[in-house]
Protein backbone atom coordinates (compact mmCIF):
# COMPACT_ATOMS: atom_id res chain seq x y z
CA UNK A 1 0.00 0.00 0.00
CA UNK A 2 1.11 3.50 -0.39
CA UNK A 3 2.63 5.39 2.34
CA UNK A 4 0.13 8.08 2.88
CA UNK A 5 -2.96 5.44 2.49
CA UNK A 6 -1.30 3.66 5.05
CA UNK A 7 -0.92 6.34 7.66
CA UNK A 8 -4.09 7.31 6.45
CA UNK A 9 -5.35 3.85 7.47
CA UNK A 10 -3.92 3.56 10.46
CA UNK A 11 -5.24 7.03 11.73
CA UNK A 12 -9.05 6.05 10.78
CA UNK A 13 -8.59 2.67 12.05
CA UNK A 14 -8.03 3.77 16.00
CA UNK A 15 -10.29 2.86 17.77
CA UNK A 16 -11.75 5.19 20.73
CA UNK A 17 -10.96 4.46 24.04
CA UNK A 18 -14.32 3.98 25.11
CA UNK A 19 -15.17 0.21 27.27
CA UNK A 20 -17.18 -0.86 24.54
CA UNK A 21 -14.98 0.32 21.42
CA UNK A 22 -12.29 -1.90 23.49
CA UNK A 23 -14.56 -4.94 23.79
CA UNK A 24 -13.67 -7.02 20.38
CA UNK A 25 -17.34 -7.27 18.37
CA UNK A 26 -17.88 -10.75 18.56
CA UNK A 27 -18.25 -10.20 22.46
CA UNK A 28 -20.69 -7.27 21.41
CA UNK A 29 -22.33 -9.03 19.06
CA UNK A 30 -21.20 -12.89 19.30
CA UNK A 31 -23.60 -13.24 15.67
CA UNK A 32 -22.23 -10.53 13.83
CA UNK A 33 -19.71 -11.85 10.88
CA UNK A 34 -16.82 -10.07 10.37
CA UNK A 35 -17.23 -7.71 6.98
CA UNK A 36 -15.57 -4.59 6.01
CA UNK A 37 -19.03 -2.91 5.97
CA UNK A 38 -20.20 -4.09 9.85
CA UNK A 39 -19.17 -1.40 12.38
CA UNK A 40 -18.04 -1.13 16.01
CA UNK A 41 -21.83 -1.33 16.85
CA UNK A 42 -23.20 -4.52 14.91
CA UNK A 43 -24.48 -2.22 11.73
CA UNK A 44 -24.26 -3.72 8.81
CA UNK A 45 -23.92 -1.09 5.95
CA UNK A 46 -25.80 -2.89 2.60
CA UNK A 47 -27.30 0.51 1.20
CA UNK A 48 -24.79 3.06 -0.83
CA UNK A 49 -25.94 6.22 -1.98
CA UNK A 50 -23.83 7.75 -4.41
CA UNK A 51 -23.79 11.25 -5.62
CA UNK A 52 -23.00 11.80 -9.25
CA UNK A 53 -22.43 15.63 -9.77
CA UNK A 54 -22.51 18.42 -7.38
CA UNK A 55 -24.60 20.82 -10.12
CA UNK A 56 -28.51 21.40 -9.77
CA UNK A 57 -30.86 22.89 -12.24
CA UNK A 58 -32.77 24.49 -9.43
CA UNK A 59 -31.85 27.13 -6.50
CA UNK A 60 -34.17 26.16 -3.57
CA UNK A 61 -33.62 28.62 -0.93
CA UNK A 62 -33.10 25.90 1.86
CA UNK A 63 -30.60 24.30 -0.13
CA UNK A 64 -28.04 27.02 -1.95
CA UNK A 65 -27.92 30.74 -2.83
CA UNK A 66 -29.47 32.49 -6.00
CA UNK A 67 -26.06 32.49 -7.42
CA UNK A 68 -25.63 28.78 -6.75
CA UNK A 69 -22.20 27.62 -4.92
CA UNK A 70 -18.40 27.38 -6.12
CA UNK A 71 -18.38 23.87 -7.74
CA UNK A 72 -15.63 21.39 -7.16
CA UNK A 73 -13.26 21.35 -11.08
CA UNK A 74 -14.87 18.40 -13.09
CA UNK A 75 -10.98 16.75 -12.96
CA UNK A 76 -11.27 16.35 -9.07
CA UNK A 77 -15.34 14.48 -9.64
CA UNK A 78 -15.44 10.76 -10.10
CA UNK A 79 -15.33 9.69 -13.57
CA UNK A 80 -18.08 6.97 -14.66
CA UNK A 81 -15.63 4.26 -14.36
CA UNK A 82 -14.58 5.10 -10.70
CA UNK A 83 -17.96 5.06 -10.23
CA UNK A 84 -18.65 1.98 -11.10
CA UNK A 85 -15.48 0.66 -9.98
CA UNK A 86 -16.30 1.82 -6.04
CA UNK A 87 -19.85 0.09 -6.73
CA UNK A 88 -18.52 -3.17 -7.74
CA UNK A 89 -16.23 -2.76 -4.75
CA UNK A 90 -18.97 -1.84 -2.25
CA UNK A 91 -21.33 -4.74 -3.61
CA UNK A 92 -18.90 -7.82 -3.14
CA UNK A 93 -18.77 -6.68 0.42
CA UNK A 94 -22.43 -7.18 0.98
CA UNK A 95 -23.91 -3.80 -0.52
CA UNK A 96 -27.52 -4.66 -2.09
CA UNK A 97 -29.04 -1.39 -2.72
CA UNK A 98 -27.63 1.08 -4.51
CA UNK A 99 -29.11 5.05 -4.71
CA UNK A 100 -28.03 8.20 -6.79
CA UNK A 101 -27.88 11.87 -6.38
CA UNK A 102 -26.75 14.72 -6.73
CA UNK A 103 -26.75 17.50 -6.72
CA UNK A 104 -29.42 17.01 -9.35
CA UNK A 105 -28.52 13.17 -10.76
CA UNK A 106 -30.07 14.00 -14.34
CA UNK A 107 -28.06 16.48 -15.28
CA UNK A 108 -25.14 14.06 -16.07
CA UNK A 109 -25.57 13.50 -19.13
CA UNK A 110 -24.24 9.68 -19.05
CA UNK A 111 -27.01 9.00 -16.37
CA UNK A 112 -28.50 6.10 -18.63
CA UNK A 113 -25.16 4.08 -19.21
CA UNK A 114 -24.51 4.49 -14.81
CA UNK A 115 -27.95 3.04 -14.41
CA UNK A 116 -27.46 0.12 -16.98
CA UNK A 117 -24.14 -0.62 -15.70
CA UNK A 118 -25.11 -0.38 -12.35
CA UNK A 119 -27.65 -2.93 -13.05
CA UNK A 120 -25.52 -5.71 -14.22
CA UNK A 121 -23.19 -6.00 -10.96
CA UNK A 122 -23.74 -8.86 -9.82
CA UNK A 123 -25.60 -8.86 -6.32
CA UNK A 124 -27.41 -5.68 -6.94
CA UNK A 125 -31.28 -6.24 -5.94
CA UNK A 126 -32.18 -2.10 -6.11
CA UNK A 127 -31.52 0.81 -7.96
CA UNK A 128 -32.88 3.80 -6.99
CA UNK A 129 -32.59 7.83 -7.66
CA UNK A 130 -33.79 10.83 -6.05
CA UNK A 131 -34.16 13.69 -8.32
CA UNK A 132 -35.95 16.92 -8.63
CA UNK A 133 -38.27 15.55 -11.75
CA UNK A 134 -37.64 18.46 -14.01
CA UNK A 135 -35.94 15.98 -17.15
CA UNK A 136 -38.44 12.70 -15.80
CA UNK A 137 -40.41 13.38 -19.44
CA UNK A 138 -37.17 13.51 -21.11
CA UNK A 139 -35.30 10.90 -19.41
CA UNK A 140 -37.35 8.62 -17.51
CA UNK A 141 -38.24 6.00 -20.16
CA UNK A 142 -34.74 5.42 -21.08
CA UNK A 143 -33.82 5.06 -17.29
CA UNK A 144 -36.63 2.50 -16.89
CA UNK A 145 -35.49 0.44 -19.43
CA UNK A 146 -31.95 0.43 -18.28
CA UNK A 147 -33.19 -1.15 -15.20
CA UNK A 148 -34.05 1.71 -12.87
CA UNK A 149 -36.38 0.11 -10.12
CA UNK A 150 -37.08 3.04 -7.43
CA UNK A 151 -37.75 6.23 -7.89
CA UNK A 152 -38.05 9.47 -5.56
CA UNK A 153 -39.27 13.20 -6.82
CA UNK A 154 -38.30 16.19 -4.62
CA UNK A 155 -41.60 18.49 -4.61
CA UNK A 156 -42.17 20.57 -1.91
CA UNK A 157 -45.58 22.28 -3.41
CA UNK A 158 -48.04 21.55 -5.51
CA UNK A 159 -48.96 25.18 -5.96
CA UNK A 160 -46.70 26.78 -9.01
CA UNK A 161 -46.41 30.55 -7.95
CA UNK A 162 -44.73 29.06 -4.66
CA UNK A 163 -42.69 26.74 -6.21
CA UNK A 164 -41.47 28.91 -8.20
CA UNK A 165 -40.65 30.93 -4.96
CA UNK A 166 -39.16 28.01 -3.56
CA UNK A 167 -36.83 26.84 -6.06
CA UNK A 168 -36.17 30.16 -8.09
CA UNK A 169 -37.21 28.46 -11.50
CA UNK A 170 -39.61 27.80 -12.97
CA UNK A 171 -40.90 24.27 -13.99
CA UNK A 172 -43.68 22.90 -11.87
CA UNK A 173 -45.38 21.79 -14.46
CA UNK A 174 -42.42 19.78 -15.95
CA UNK A 175 -41.88 17.83 -12.19
CA UNK A 176 -46.09 17.14 -11.97
CA UNK A 177 -45.76 15.71 -16.22
CA UNK A 178 -42.63 13.78 -14.89
CA UNK A 179 -44.84 12.52 -11.62
CA UNK A 180 -47.96 11.23 -13.90
CA UNK A 181 -45.53 9.62 -16.75
CA UNK A 182 -43.42 7.54 -13.78
CA UNK A 183 -47.20 6.37 -12.43
CA UNK A 184 -48.39 5.44 -15.86
CA UNK A 185 -45.08 3.48 -16.54
CA UNK A 186 -45.57 1.24 -13.11
CA UNK A 187 -43.40 2.79 -10.81
CA UNK A 188 -45.39 2.13 -7.46
CA UNK A 189 -45.42 3.54 -5.55
CA UNK A 190 -43.63 6.99 -6.71
CA UNK A 191 -42.59 8.58 -3.83
CA UNK A 192 -42.44 12.40 -2.79
CA UNK A 193 -40.05 14.10 -0.99
CA UNK A 194 -41.11 16.88 0.76
CA UNK A 195 -39.08 19.38 2.99
CA UNK A 196 -41.77 21.31 5.88
CA UNK A 197 -41.26 24.37 6.26
CA UNK A 198 -42.79 27.61 8.53
CA UNK A 199 -41.39 30.65 7.00
CA UNK A 200 -37.92 29.68 7.14
CA UNK A 201 -38.00 27.32 9.67
CA UNK A 202 -38.64 23.34 9.60
CA UNK A 203 -41.50 21.89 11.19
CA UNK A 204 -41.39 19.88 14.24
CA UNK A 205 -42.30 15.95 13.88
CA UNK A 206 -44.72 15.55 16.55
CA UNK A 207 -46.62 19.14 15.49
CA UNK A 208 -46.97 17.76 11.95
CA UNK A 209 -48.41 14.42 13.62
CA UNK A 210 -50.94 15.84 15.55
CA UNK A 211 -51.97 18.74 13.37
CA UNK A 212 -53.12 15.70 10.72
CA UNK A 213 -54.85 13.72 13.57
CA UNK A 214 -56.70 17.02 14.15
CA UNK A 215 -58.37 16.97 10.81
CA UNK A 216 -57.52 12.69 10.70
CA UNK A 217 -58.40 11.43 13.66
CA UNK A 218 -57.53 7.55 12.49
CA UNK A 219 -54.47 8.85 11.41
CA UNK A 220 -51.87 5.55 12.56
CA UNK A 221 -48.66 4.60 13.33
CA UNK A 222 -47.37 1.69 10.65
CA UNK A 223 -44.55 -0.92 11.34
CA UNK A 224 -41.35 -0.18 9.90
CA UNK A 225 -38.79 -1.79 8.82
CA UNK A 226 -35.83 -2.80 10.59
CA UNK A 227 -33.38 -0.39 8.25
CA UNK A 228 -36.43 2.26 7.48
CA UNK A 229 -35.36 5.93 8.27
CA UNK A 230 -38.75 7.40 7.99
CA UNK A 231 -41.60 6.30 10.87
CA UNK A 232 -44.44 5.22 8.41
CA UNK A 233 -48.35 6.52 9.34
CA UNK A 234 -51.45 6.35 6.97
CA UNK A 235 -55.00 7.26 7.08
CA UNK A 236 -57.46 4.12 7.69
CA UNK A 237 -59.16 2.95 4.30
CA UNK A 238 -56.29 5.59 2.34
CA UNK A 239 -54.18 3.86 -0.36
CA UNK A 240 -51.03 6.07 0.24
CA UNK A 241 -48.88 6.47 3.56
CA UNK A 242 -46.76 9.39 4.74
CA UNK A 243 -42.88 8.66 6.18
CA UNK A 244 -41.36 11.39 8.72
CA UNK A 245 -37.94 11.66 8.48
CA UNK A 246 -36.44 12.69 11.97
CA UNK A 247 -32.65 12.54 11.99
CA UNK A 248 -32.53 14.55 14.69
CA UNK A 249 -35.20 14.93 17.06
CA UNK A 250 -35.86 11.19 17.07
CA UNK A 251 -32.48 9.83 15.18
CA UNK A 252 -31.96 6.61 14.22
CA UNK A 253 -28.66 5.84 14.22
CA UNK A 254 -28.65 2.24 15.85
CA UNK A 255 -30.07 0.66 12.49
CA UNK A 256 -28.15 2.98 10.25
CA UNK A 257 -27.08 0.39 7.08
CA UNK A 258 -26.73 4.02 4.59
CA UNK A 259 -22.98 4.61 3.72
CA UNK A 260 -22.35 7.89 1.22
CA UNK A 261 -20.07 8.30 -1.50
CA UNK A 262 -19.50 12.34 -2.25
CA UNK A 263 -19.55 13.56 -6.28
CA UNK A 264 -15.79 14.05 -5.82
CA UNK A 265 -15.27 10.37 -4.11
CA UNK A 266 -15.55 10.82 -0.72
CA UNK A 267 -16.71 8.08 1.64
CA UNK A 268 -18.89 9.36 4.41
CA UNK A 269 -20.40 6.87 6.88
CA UNK A 270 -22.18 9.23 8.74
CA UNK A 271 -24.20 12.18 7.12
CA UNK A 272 -23.70 14.61 9.80
CA UNK A 273 -20.18 13.80 10.33
CA UNK A 274 -17.09 15.78 9.44
CA UNK A 275 -15.03 12.94 8.64
CA UNK A 276 -14.21 11.57 5.23
CA UNK A 277 -11.98 9.37 3.28
CA UNK A 278 -10.87 10.21 -0.43
CA UNK A 279 -11.59 6.69 -2.59
CA UNK A 280 -10.72 8.65 -5.19
CA UNK A 281 -7.16 9.58 -4.70
CA UNK A 282 -6.87 5.88 -3.52
CA UNK A 283 -7.70 4.55 -6.96
CA UNK A 284 -6.03 7.67 -8.83
CA UNK A 285 -2.77 5.85 -6.98
CA UNK A 286 -3.59 2.94 -8.39
CA UNK A 287 -4.63 1.17 -4.79
CA UNK A 288 -5.42 -2.40 -5.45
CA UNK A 289 -8.70 -4.03 -4.02
CA UNK A 290 -7.91 -5.62 -0.82
CA UNK A 291 -6.52 -1.89 -0.06
CA UNK A 292 -9.51 -0.05 -0.88
CA UNK A 293 -11.22 -2.68 0.70
CA UNK A 294 -9.12 -2.50 4.14
CA UNK A 295 -9.33 1.73 3.92
CA UNK A 296 -13.49 1.09 3.45
CA UNK A 297 -13.30 -1.22 6.40
CA UNK A 298 -10.79 1.38 8.55
CA UNK A 299 -13.48 4.64 7.98
CA UNK A 300 -16.41 1.93 8.73
CA UNK A 301 -15.43 0.83 12.13
CA UNK A 302 -14.85 4.25 13.24
CA UNK A 303 -17.94 5.09 12.92
CA UNK A 304 -20.12 6.89 15.59
CA UNK A 305 -23.13 5.71 17.77
CA UNK A 306 -24.88 8.62 16.65
CA UNK A 307 -24.65 11.86 15.07
CA UNK A 308 -25.07 15.30 16.85
CA UNK A 309 -26.80 18.21 15.35
CA UNK A 310 -29.74 19.94 14.78
CA UNK A 311 -32.54 18.31 14.31
CA UNK A 312 -34.14 17.83 10.94
CA UNK A 313 -37.63 16.89 9.73
CA UNK A 314 -38.63 15.86 5.89
CA UNK A 315 -41.30 14.21 4.91
CA UNK A 316 -42.29 11.47 2.12
CA UNK A 317 -45.36 10.86 0.54
CA UNK A 318 -46.20 7.92 -1.30
CA UNK A 319 -48.00 8.23 -4.47
CA UNK A 320 -49.86 4.94 -5.91
CA UNK A 321 -50.94 3.96 -9.71
CA UNK A 322 -54.79 3.80 -8.78
CA UNK A 323 -57.12 6.68 -7.85
CA UNK A 324 -60.52 6.18 -5.30
CA UNK A 325 -63.66 7.54 -6.26
CA UNK A 326 -64.90 9.90 -4.42
CA UNK A 327 -68.49 9.69 -2.30
CA UNK A 328 -69.42 12.86 -3.93
CA UNK A 329 -69.41 11.26 -7.43
CA UNK A 330 -66.16 13.09 -8.89
CA UNK A 331 -63.20 10.69 -9.26
CA UNK A 332 -59.55 11.88 -8.78
CA UNK A 333 -56.41 11.13 -8.44
CA UNK A 334 -55.46 10.71 -4.75
CA UNK A 335 -51.97 11.00 -5.28
CA UNK A 336 -52.59 14.66 -5.74
CA UNK A 337 -54.75 14.54 -2.64
CA UNK A 338 -53.06 13.88 0.01
CA UNK A 339 -49.57 15.56 -0.47
CA UNK A 340 -51.81 19.04 -1.22
CA UNK A 341 -54.37 18.69 1.70
CA UNK A 342 -51.81 18.01 4.18
CA UNK A 343 -49.39 20.96 3.69
CA UNK A 344 -50.84 23.56 1.45
CA UNK A 345 -54.40 23.44 1.45
CA UNK A 346 -57.36 23.90 4.22
CA UNK A 347 -57.68 19.88 5.50
CA UNK A 348 -61.27 20.20 6.16
CA UNK A 349 -62.35 20.56 2.26
CA UNK A 350 -61.29 17.06 2.02
CA UNK A 351 -64.53 14.94 0.76
CA UNK A 352 -65.24 11.58 2.76
CA UNK A 353 -63.95 8.44 0.36
CA UNK A 354 -65.23 5.10 0.28
CA UNK A 355 -63.18 2.45 -1.23
CA UNK A 356 -63.46 0.88 -4.45
CA UNK A 357 -62.45 -3.14 -5.60
CA UNK A 358 -61.03 -3.30 -9.22
CA UNK A 359 -61.92 -6.62 -11.27
CA UNK A 360 -59.29 -7.51 -13.48
CA UNK A 361 -59.40 -9.77 -16.12
CA UNK A 362 -56.02 -12.03 -17.15
CA UNK A 363 -56.48 -12.86 -20.93
CA UNK A 364 -53.21 -14.83 -20.74
CA UNK A 365 -54.23 -17.24 -18.13
CA UNK A 366 -53.46 -21.02 -18.95
CA UNK A 367 -56.86 -21.90 -17.40
CA UNK A 368 -58.64 -19.89 -20.42
CA UNK A 369 -59.40 -22.84 -22.96
CA UNK A 370 -61.98 -24.26 -20.15
CA UNK A 371 -64.09 -21.59 -20.42
CA UNK A 372 -66.89 -23.36 -22.44
CA UNK A 373 -67.64 -21.35 -25.88
CA UNK A 374 -71.10 -21.07 -27.37
CA UNK A 375 -71.22 -23.10 -30.22
CA UNK A 376 -73.86 -21.24 -31.49
CA UNK A 377 -71.70 -17.59 -31.53
CA UNK A 378 -68.89 -19.64 -33.20
CA UNK A 379 -71.48 -20.63 -36.12
CA UNK A 380 -73.19 -17.61 -36.56
CA UNK A 381 -72.01 -15.89 -39.90
CA UNK A 382 -70.25 -12.36 -39.70
CA UNK A 383 -72.90 -10.51 -42.11
CA UNK A 384 -76.23 -11.72 -40.56
CA UNK A 385 -78.61 -9.90 -37.64
CA UNK A 386 -81.40 -10.97 -35.57
CA UNK A 387 -84.17 -9.46 -37.29
CA UNK A 388 -85.89 -9.70 -33.65
CA UNK A 389 -83.49 -7.38 -32.14
CA UNK A 390 -81.88 -5.06 -34.38
CA UNK A 391 -78.55 -3.14 -33.68
CA UNK A 392 -78.76 0.39 -32.97
CA UNK A 393 -75.59 3.09 -33.71
CA UNK A 394 -75.34 4.49 -30.24
CA UNK A 395 -74.34 7.83 -31.74
CA UNK A 396 -77.00 8.47 -34.01
CA UNK A 397 -80.71 9.34 -32.99
CA UNK A 398 -83.77 8.48 -34.46
CA UNK A 399 -83.78 11.03 -37.29
CA UNK A 400 -80.12 9.81 -37.80
CA UNK A 401 -77.97 12.77 -36.87
CA UNK A 402 -75.29 12.45 -34.55
CA UNK A 403 -75.05 13.30 -31.28
CA UNK A 404 -72.77 12.33 -28.24
CA UNK A 405 -74.08 9.42 -25.97
CA UNK A 406 -76.02 10.77 -22.51
CA UNK A 407 -74.34 8.36 -19.51
CA UNK A 408 -75.41 10.94 -16.97
CA UNK A 409 -77.60 8.05 -15.54
CA UNK A 410 -74.65 5.29 -15.55
CA UNK A 411 -73.22 4.27 -12.57
CA UNK A 412 -69.15 4.72 -11.97
CA UNK A 413 -67.38 1.87 -12.28
CA UNK A 414 -63.60 0.70 -12.66
CA UNK A 415 -63.18 0.29 -16.81
CA UNK A 416 -60.47 -1.22 -18.45
CA UNK A 417 -59.51 -1.91 -21.80
CA UNK A 418 -56.75 -3.36 -23.20
CA UNK A 419 -55.98 -3.34 -27.16
CA UNK A 420 -53.26 -4.50 -29.71
CA UNK A 421 -51.39 -3.34 -33.15
CA UNK A 422 -49.09 -4.21 -35.29
CA UNK A 423 -46.39 -3.01 -37.38
CA UNK A 424 -44.47 -4.51 -40.26
CA UNK A 425 -41.26 -3.31 -40.50
CA UNK A 426 -39.12 -5.91 -42.77
CA UNK A 427 -35.38 -7.02 -42.01
CA UNK A 428 -33.49 -3.88 -42.25
CA UNK A 429 -35.91 -1.74 -39.83
CA UNK A 430 -35.93 -4.89 -37.22
CA UNK A 431 -32.15 -4.87 -37.44
CA UNK A 432 -31.75 -0.93 -37.25
CA UNK A 433 -34.28 -0.76 -34.11
CA UNK A 434 -32.68 -3.69 -32.56
CA UNK A 435 -29.40 -1.97 -32.58
CA UNK A 436 -31.25 1.53 -31.53
CA UNK A 437 -29.75 2.66 -34.19
CA UNK A 438 -32.48 4.79 -35.77
CA UNK A 439 -31.33 8.60 -36.60
CA UNK A 440 -34.75 9.56 -35.01
CA UNK A 441 -34.12 7.99 -31.85
CA UNK A 442 -35.18 4.80 -29.88
CA UNK A 443 -38.20 3.89 -31.61
CA UNK A 444 -40.17 2.31 -28.68
CA UNK A 445 -39.57 4.42 -26.09
CA UNK A 446 -41.06 7.30 -28.13
CA UNK A 447 -44.06 5.19 -29.61
CA UNK A 448 -45.00 4.73 -25.89
CA UNK A 449 -44.43 7.74 -25.08
CA UNK A 450 -46.71 8.65 -27.68
CA UNK A 451 -48.78 6.19 -27.56
CA UNK A 452 -49.83 7.70 -23.79
CA UNK A 453 -50.47 11.12 -24.82
CA UNK A 454 -52.78 9.76 -27.75
CA UNK A 455 -54.34 8.25 -24.72
CA UNK A 456 -54.95 11.23 -22.90
CA UNK A 457 -56.00 13.04 -26.18
CA UNK A 458 -58.99 11.09 -27.63
CA UNK A 459 -61.61 12.88 -27.14
CA UNK A 460 -60.15 15.71 -29.08
CA UNK A 461 -59.35 13.50 -32.28
CA UNK A 462 -62.35 11.29 -31.75
CA UNK A 463 -65.54 13.89 -31.89
CA UNK A 464 -68.26 12.46 -30.12
CA UNK A 465 -66.02 10.60 -27.65
CA UNK A 466 -66.10 12.36 -23.70
CA UNK A 467 -63.80 13.85 -21.97
CA UNK A 468 -62.14 10.72 -19.57
CA UNK A 469 -60.03 11.19 -16.27
CA UNK A 470 -58.31 8.70 -16.91
CA UNK A 471 -56.40 7.00 -14.13
CA UNK A 472 -53.63 4.47 -15.83
CA UNK A 473 -52.34 4.44 -19.39
CA UNK A 474 -49.60 1.83 -19.68
CA UNK A 475 -48.45 0.94 -23.41
CA UNK A 476 -45.42 -1.34 -24.25
CA UNK A 477 -44.00 -1.60 -27.90
CA UNK A 478 -41.70 -4.73 -27.90
CA UNK A 479 -39.76 -5.73 -31.12
CA UNK A 480 -40.39 -9.24 -32.64
CA UNK A 481 -37.27 -10.52 -34.00
CA UNK A 482 -38.75 -13.63 -35.70
CA UNK A 483 -42.01 -11.89 -36.90
CA UNK A 484 -39.88 -8.21 -38.20
CA UNK A 485 -42.54 -6.57 -36.72
CA UNK A 486 -43.32 -3.95 -33.79
CA UNK A 487 -45.84 -5.41 -31.36
CA UNK A 488 -47.72 -2.43 -29.36
CA UNK A 489 -50.23 -3.53 -26.64
CA UNK A 490 -51.91 -0.87 -24.62
CA UNK A 491 -54.04 -0.81 -21.02
CA UNK A 492 -56.16 1.94 -19.98
CA UNK A 493 -57.87 2.07 -17.17
CA UNK A 494 -60.15 4.51 -15.33
CA UNK A 495 -63.33 5.40 -12.56
CA UNK A 496 -66.06 6.25 -14.52
CA UNK A 497 -69.56 6.33 -16.76
CA UNK A 498 -68.37 5.35 -20.03
CA UNK A 499 -65.66 3.03 -21.00
CA UNK A 500 -61.62 3.62 -22.41
CA UNK A 501 -61.94 1.19 -25.25
CA UNK A 502 -61.32 4.09 -27.49
CA UNK A 503 -58.71 5.32 -25.40
CA UNK A 504 -56.66 2.42 -25.91
CA UNK A 505 -57.44 2.04 -29.35
CA UNK A 506 -56.43 5.36 -29.71
CA UNK A 507 -53.18 4.75 -27.61
CA UNK A 508 -51.64 1.45 -30.52
CA UNK A 509 -52.98 3.35 -33.62
CA UNK A 510 -50.84 6.66 -32.18
CA UNK A 511 -47.87 4.39 -31.02
CA UNK A 512 -47.80 2.80 -34.32
CA UNK A 513 -48.28 5.95 -36.41
CA UNK A 514 -45.15 7.16 -34.36
CA UNK A 515 -43.22 3.67 -35.22
CA UNK A 516 -43.77 4.52 -38.96
CA UNK A 517 -42.92 7.91 -38.44
CA UNK A 518 -39.77 7.24 -36.90
CA UNK A 519 -38.49 4.50 -39.60
CA UNK A 520 -40.22 5.65 -42.99
CA UNK A 521 -36.86 7.05 -44.02
CA UNK A 522 -35.60 3.53 -44.14
CA UNK A 523 -38.68 2.41 -46.04
CA UNK A 524 -41.77 3.19 -46.99
CA UNK A 525 -43.39 -0.52 -47.48
CA UNK A 526 -44.54 -0.72 -43.50
CA UNK A 527 -47.40 -1.49 -42.59
CA UNK A 528 -49.69 -1.13 -40.09
CA UNK A 529 -52.42 -3.96 -39.25
CA UNK A 530 -54.44 -6.32 -36.94
CA UNK A 531 -55.42 -2.85 -34.42
CA UNK A 532 -57.95 -4.31 -32.19
CA UNK A 533 -59.63 -4.81 -29.00
CA UNK A 534 -58.46 -7.26 -26.85
CA UNK A 535 -60.81 -6.86 -23.91
CA UNK A 536 -62.47 -4.70 -21.75
CA UNK A 537 -64.08 -4.70 -18.63
CA UNK A 538 -66.61 -2.76 -16.97
CA UNK A 539 -70.55 -1.23 -17.72
CA UNK A 540 -73.52 -2.43 -18.84
CA UNK A 541 -72.58 -4.31 -21.87
CA UNK A 542 -70.30 -6.66 -19.49
CA UNK A 543 -67.22 -8.18 -20.23
CA UNK A 544 -65.44 -8.78 -23.19
CA UNK A 545 -62.45 -10.60 -23.93
CA UNK A 546 -61.28 -11.72 -27.90
CA UNK A 547 -60.67 -15.42 -28.62
CA UNK A 548 -57.16 -15.60 -29.46
CA UNK A 549 -56.78 -17.42 -32.74
CA UNK A 550 -53.10 -18.26 -34.19
CA UNK A 551 -52.79 -17.67 -37.57
CA UNK A 552 -49.25 -19.74 -39.21
CA UNK A 553 -46.58 -16.90 -40.28
CA UNK A 554 -46.31 -18.18 -43.66
CA UNK A 555 -42.96 -15.66 -44.03
CA UNK A 556 -41.58 -18.09 -41.91
CA UNK A 557 -40.99 -22.24 -41.33
CA UNK A 558 -42.83 -23.79 -39.12
CA UNK A 559 -41.16 -25.24 -35.69
CA UNK A 560 -41.22 -28.86 -35.94
CA UNK A 561 -39.41 -31.60 -34.25
CA UNK A 562 -37.50 -34.24 -36.10
CA UNK A 563 -38.60 -37.86 -35.58
CA UNK A 564 -36.30 -39.73 -33.28
CA UNK A 565 -35.72 -43.50 -34.27
CA UNK A 566 -36.92 -45.74 -31.52
CA UNK A 567 -34.31 -48.09 -30.21
CA UNK A 568 -35.38 -50.68 -27.70
CA UNK A 569 -38.08 -53.89 -26.86
CA UNK A 570 -41.19 -53.27 -27.79
Not at 326 to 342: A, L, P, R, V
Amino acid sequence: MYRPYFKLLMEVGKRQFSIEASIPLKEIKPNVKESPLIDLFGRNHTYLRISLTERCNLRCQYCMPAEGVKLTQKPQLLTTDEILKIADLFVKEGVNKIRLTGGEPTVRKDIVDIVSNLKQIVGVEVVAMTTNGLTLTRQLVALQKAGLDILNVSLDTLIPERYERITRRKGWQRVMMGIDLAVQLGYDPVKVNCVVMRVDKLVPYNELVNKIKVNWPDFVPLRNGPNDTSKAWKVTNYKGQIGFITSMSEHFCGSCNRLRITADGNLKVCLFGNTEVSLRDAIRSNCSDDDLSALISAAVKRKKRQHAGEWVTTVDVYFYRHAEYFSNGKSTNDSYWGIEIIFFKDVSCLPSRKSTKSTFININSTLLHLVPMNKLQNTIRAFSTDPATPPELSHVDQEGKVRMVDVSDKEVTVRIARAVAKVKVGSEITKLIHENAMKKGEVLSIAEIAGIIGAKKTSELIPLCHNISLSSVKVTAELNNKGKEVLIYATVQCDGKTGVEMEALTAVSVAALTVYDMCKAVSRSIIITDIHLLSKSGGRSGDFVKEEIKVRDYNRRPDYQPLQPFVGPM
